[in-house]
Structures are given as C-alpha cells and as structure tokens.
C-alpha cells in the first residue's frame, strides 16, 4: 500500500542551482512498508511537507541548530512514507541567499518523524544568519538565526523574551506576533509548549483526539501546535532556548510518578518515553539531548559572553514526589524532609559547579516552578503549593543560601508555570522580611492558558500584602522582556488584553529595573 501524497519519480530538475545537486542521482523504486538504508532524494510531495514552520536554538559562538520537520499531513502523523528521505539546507548572511556561508544535506528519518536537526558550525560569533531547508522541489520558509558573542567578548546588551504556557484551546498566540516584532536576539520558553488533554468543544480551537499517551499522539498534538502561523513566526524570529515543565508529558507528574495514584510506573516510564522523544523531534535542539528511552537530559547551560550565562533547568525529570498529597498545604510533613530533591542530585551539582566555574556579570536560572515561598492564605496559618520550591523547603533553601554564601554574582530566576506575572525578592528565610534579598524572580505569565486575562486577579490584593517580598503581580496573558547591560537588568511585562480574538495590541503593563551588584527589582 503507498500512501497518496508523495511519490518519487520524473520531475525535472528543478529550476533553483541549490536543488541541481540533490536532483542527480537516479533512485532505486522504493518497497513499501520497510525502512533500508537508501536515502531518497527525489521525493514529491502532494502537499508541502514544510507545513510546521522553521526554527532554530541553541547557538554557540560559532553554531546553531537548524530545525525542521517533514510533515505533508501534519495532524495524522505526517503523511511521510517509510523511508529515509534526504534534505538539503543553507545558511546565509542575507535574507536573499546571495551570500551563501554555509549547505548540506541531512537525512531525515522515519524513527524521529522525520525531523531535521542541523548542528551548523563554524559560522561567525555574534552576527545574525538565514537559513532554509529543501526537500524533493519544496522549499522551507526561510529563518533567521543567530550565533552567540565569543566566550570571553564584552557584549554591550543582550535582548531577549521569557514565554510559558500556550494553552491551544484557551487563546491565540497574537502574543508570540509581537514578540517576533521586538527584534529579540534569544527567546526562552520555559516549558507547557503543549498541553497533553483531550479535546473540549466550545472553546476557540479544538486539540484533536483524546489525551495523549501513544508516540504518534504527541507528534500529532505537537504537528498540532506547530502549525499555529505566530508560533512559527516567533520560531524563524531567533534562535529559542527551550524547556519543558509537566503538561509537555502528563500534568504535575515528578519523576516516574504520575499525579492520579494507582498508575503503574513502568507503564508511566513508557509514555514518558514517548512524551520525551516527541519533544526532542520538535525542538531545535542537539543530538546530545536525544533521548534514551524514558531519559531525556535538556539541562543545559548557555553563557551569552561575559554578559550572562543561562542555566536551563528540568524541575520534572528528577524530582522527588510532590510531598503530602500535592495541592496547597501547610509547610509541615514530607515539605520539611531533607531527602526531598527539585533538581536531583546530578544535575544540583552540575548546576552550584556551573555557578562557581561561570565568569559572567548575570547568572540567570531559567526554570519551570515558582522559587519564592507564596503563601496563599489571608492571615494566621499558610498555604503553600506543594508542586512548587515551596514544597521543596529543604533544597530551595540550600540553593539560596549557596547563591548567598558562595556570592554568585547576580542571580536571576526565571519563572513561568502558573500563568500569572510575580516579581520576587528570593530570601533564604521568607519569614524574615529584614533579611537581605539574595536574587531576583521574574515570573512570566502564559501565552495562551487560562484564556482572557485581568490585570488583577481576585485574590491579588490579599496576596500581596500576606507576602511582602511579592513587588508585582498581575494576571493577563504575554511574556517579559528583557535587556541585559552589563550595569542594569530591565524586565518589560508585556501584555495582550485578550487571546480570545486575534488583533490584540501590546501593553507594557510595568517594567522593573535591577541594578549590577544590587539585587532586588525596583519598578521604573
Ligand atoms: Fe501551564
Ligand atoms: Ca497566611
């Protein structure tokens, strides 16, 4: 049986120089069903198999990944044949292609659905670049990246934005039209890039098919996601450093524990398998994060010069279970037990190493759950979320005081996760308001979840004044900005008034201000 939309075959050879080379050998006639070792070349498509976008991440000084993926039938499982199927692809100093620095052929594989991830090297640090991909005649959109300034260059300024949480069904993402307007050189997304739910009807758009759990789930729900025009924009905007939190797999999972009791872990493990690969097959990211099984390492650490180092972290892979149940809770029980981990062992001490080892003015943590100690009950008593650093009493209290002790020079914590706008001051001791603020949090709404917004949210008074180290909330949907100087760290809380109409305009709804050597947000 062959599926209808591609074929290879006769065509000509096309009409551009950069496709002359990949049009000359003749192919063997494919058989159906198998995967050999032959790579085709000459592959037609009956629908453009670039319908996912374009997007690039990671850079170095001298490199980026290039990402894209082969998908004619983006929603059921991407129409592709069986078959290793060549892709060629070019880098650019201009949007024309008239100076061509760098191209090659990649092959794309049916076992990562056909996903292309290209470790460009070699380019110059600091410049910006396009790229785009060719595959049978079809050409890709065209993208533009970036390469990092040299380790131990000086950068001036560093403009980047912060999103999590793009809920498919609650809102469009006009918010990611903006951010791509904003000229940024790095986006971050700190994770909730899909949400795993089945479909619900009545709202702004539907997810296709039931939760997700199967491989070729997640590559449809991710196709799904991808195939938002905003999305793919902000994607070929800049080079994105990508994260994820839970709903990426299962909702509030840790570890191998799944949230509804009764779930086998060997079971959960697998679909964690799936989850993960399905991820690294839609994120420009390296081979090194390839997943093995149900193992995925996206830690990461990515100095932008002397400037900043970003330490990406994974809050979901290693943790210990959510303590007393998860939910909201007094700070009493397993919240206290001094085994509990956030980041695991490993990857705690590859991140105080990377603290100590880092050279940069900024020393940022970019992450998934809210670090400050939120209470959330008005008055005597407290509730604190149990999914959170606040449920983690132990080790976010041993990763503050080591950023204390240790005079990380400083620290910034980015945030997402809970679909509201926080600026925190972090303290070791949230009972203690006199004591000195160690670091800064920003904590970025959603994109999309949770719908419409409103600048303040019911319980946002009564919040601020339980928890005086909280210098800002707010819950409309966007991201933050941020320029980075070697002298100030300014955060721009940019916001849509609504998602669930396109056309919304942006809003700097507040901007706040940390000084070098000064931590603590000041509003501007
Ligand atoms: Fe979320
Ligand atoms: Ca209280």
């Given at each position: 049986?062959r599926?209808r939309c591609?074929?290879?075959?006769?065509?000509?050879?096309?009409?551009?120089?950069?496709?002359?080379?990949a049009a000359?050998?003749?192919?063997?006639p494919?058989q159906?069903?198998?995967?050999?070792?032959?790579?085709?070349?000459?592959?037609?498509f009956?629908?453009?198999?670039?319908?996912?976008?374009?997007?690039?991440?990671?850079?170095t000084p001298?490199?980026?990944?290039?990402?894209?993926r082969?998908?004619?039938?983006p929603?059921?499982?991407g129409?592709?044949p069986?078959?290793?199927?060549e892709?060629?692809w070019?880098v650019?100093r201009?949007?024309?292609?008239?100076?061509?620095?760098q191209?090659?052929?990649?092959?794309?594989?049916?076992?990562?659905?056909?996903?292309?991830?290209?470790?460009?090297?070699?380019?110059?640090?600091?410049?910006?670049?396009?790229?785009?991909?060719?595959?049978g005649?079809?050409?890709?959109?065209?993208g533009?990246?970036r390469?990092l300034?040299?380790?131990?260059?000086?950068?001036q300024?560093?403009?980047?934005?912060f999103?999590?949480?793009?809920?498919?069904?609650?809102?469009?993402?006009?918010a990611?039209?903006h951010?791509?307007?904003?000229n940024?050189?790095?986006?971050?997304?700190?994770g909730?890039?899909?949400?795993?739910?089945a479909?619900?009807?009545?709202?702004?758009?539907?997810?296709?098919?039931?939760?997700?759990?199967?491989?070729?789930?997640?590559?449809?729900r991710?196709?799904q996601y991808?195939?938002?025009?905003?999305?793919?924009t902000?994607?070929?905007?800049c080079?994105?450093?990508?994260?994820?939190?839970?709903h990426?797999?299962?909702?509030?999972?840790?570890?191998?524990?799944?949230?509804q009791t009764g779930?086998d872990?060997v079971?959960?493990?697998?679909?964690?398998?799936?989850?993960?690969q399905?991820?690294?097959?839609?994120?420009?990211?390296?081979r090194s994060?390839?997943?093995?099984?149900p193992a995925?390492?996206?830690?990461r650490?990515?100095?932008?010069g002397?400037?900043?180092?970003?330490?990406v972290?994974?809050t979901?892979?290693?943790?210990?279970?959510?303590?007393?149940g998860d939910?909201k809770?007094?700070?009493?029980g397993?919240?206290?037990?001094?085994?509990?981990t956030?980041?695991g062992a490993?990857?705690?001490?590859?991140?105080t190493?990377?603290?100590?080892r880092s050279e940069?003015?900024w020393?940022v943590?970019?992450?998934?759950?809210?670090?400050?100690?939120?209470?959330?009950?008005?008055?005597?008593?407290?509730h604190?979320?149990?999914?959170?650093?606040s449920g983690?009493?132990?080790?976010?209290?041993?990763?503050l005081?080591f950023?204390?002790?240790?005079q990380i020079?400083?620290?910034v914590?980015?945030?997402?996760d809970?679909?509201?706008n926080?600026?925190?001051?972090?303290k070791?001791?949230?009972?203690?308001?006199?004591?000195?603020?160690?670091?800064?949090?920003?904590?970025?709404?959603?994109?999309?979840?949770?719908?419409?917004?409103?600048?303040?949210?019911?319980?946002?008074?009564?919040?601020?004044?339980?928890?005086?180290f909280?210098?800002?909330?707010?819950?409309e949907?966007?991201?933050?900005?941020c320029t980075?100087t070697p002298?100030t760290?300014?955060a721009?809380?940019?916001?849509?008034?609504?998602?669930?109409?396109?056309g919304a305009?942006?809003?700097t709804r507040?901007?706040?201000?940390v000084?070098?050597?000064?931590p603590?947000?000041?509003?501007?």
């Amino acid at each position: 049986m062959r599926p209808r939309c591609w074929d290879f075959g006769t065509q000509t050879i096309s009409r551009r120089a950069w496709l002359a080379g990949a049009a000359t050998l003749v192919l063997p006639p494919w058989q159906a069903g198998q995967v050999d070792g032959v790579v085709r070349r000459r592959v037609r498509f009956a629908e453009n198999p670039f319908q996912l976008g374009v997007a690039s991440g990671d850079p170095t000084p001298d490199g980026v990944v290039l990402w894209t993926r082969l998908a004619p039938q983006p929603l059921i499982g991407g129409g592709m044949p069986p078959a290793r199927v060549e892709v060629g692809w070019q880098v650019a100093r201009d949007e024309g292609f008239q100076q061509i620095v760098q191209e090659g052929t990649t092959v794309a594989a049916p076992q990562l659905a056909h996903s292309v991830h290209v470790e460009v090297a070699g380019l110059d640090p600091d410049r910006w670049y396009w790229y785009r991909f060719r595959a049978g005649s079809e050409e890709s959109p065209v993208g533009r990246t970036r390469t990092l300034p040299a380790v131990e260059a000086t950068p001036q300024a560093l403009r980047f934005a912060f999103a999590s949480c793009q809920h498919f069904e609650t809102g469009y993402y006009t918010a990611y039209q903006h951010m791509a307007a904003e000229n940024l050189d790095l986006i971050i997304h700190l994770g909730d890039y899909i949400y795993e739910g089945a479909g619900r009807a009545n709202l702004i758009r539907e997810h296709t098919g039931l939760e997700i759990t199967s491989l070729e789930d997640y590559r449809n729900r991710h196709a799904q996601y991808k195939s938002d025009g905003d999305l793919q924009t902000a994607h070929a905007s800049c080079p994105w450093l990508v994260t994820w939190d839970d709903h990426e797999f299962d909702n509030n999972y840790a570890s191998e524990v799944s949230e509804q009791t009764g779930i086998d872990e060997v079971a959960f493990l697998a679909r964690r398998a799936n989850a993960y690969q399905a991820y690294y097959e839609h994120m420009p990211l390296r081979r090194s994060t390839v997943p093995r099984g149900p193992a995925m390492q996206i830690y990461r650490a990515v100095p932008f010069g002397r400037l900043a180092t970003f330490f990406v972290l994974d809050t979901r892979q290693y943790r210990s279970d959510q303590p007393n149940g998860d939910g909201k809770k007094p700070l009493e029980g397993r919240v206290l037990d001094p085994q509990a981990t956030m980041l695991g062992a490993r990857q705690e001490s590859w991140l105080t190493a990377g603290l100590l080892r880092s050279e940069t003015q900024w020393n940022v943590l970019a992450q998934q759950v809210m670090m400050a100690r939120v209470d959330r009950l008005p008055g005597e008593g407290g509730h604190y979320s149990m999914d959170q650093w606040s449920g983690y009493d132990v080790p976010r209290k041993r990763l503050l005081q080591f950023l204390e002790d240790r005079q990380i020079p400083n620290p910034v914590v980015l945030t997402g996760d809970i679909h509201t706008n926080y600026v925190n001051d972090l303290k070791v001791d949230f009972d203690r308001p006199e004591l000195a603020t160690i670091a800064t949090e920003f904590v970025g709404t959603s994109i999309s979840s949770a719908g419409d917004g409103m600048v303040k949210a019911a319980y946002t008074d009564t919040m601020l004044a339980e928890n005086a180290f909280v210098r800002f909330h707010n819950a409309e949907r966007g991201y933050v900005s941020c320029t980075v100087t070697p002298d100030t760290w300014r955060a721009d809380y940019q916001v849509v008034p609504f998602v669930t109409r396109r056309g919304a305009p942006l809003i700097t709804r507040k901007s706040f201000v940390v000084a070098e050597g000064r931590p603590g947000a000041e509003a501007v």
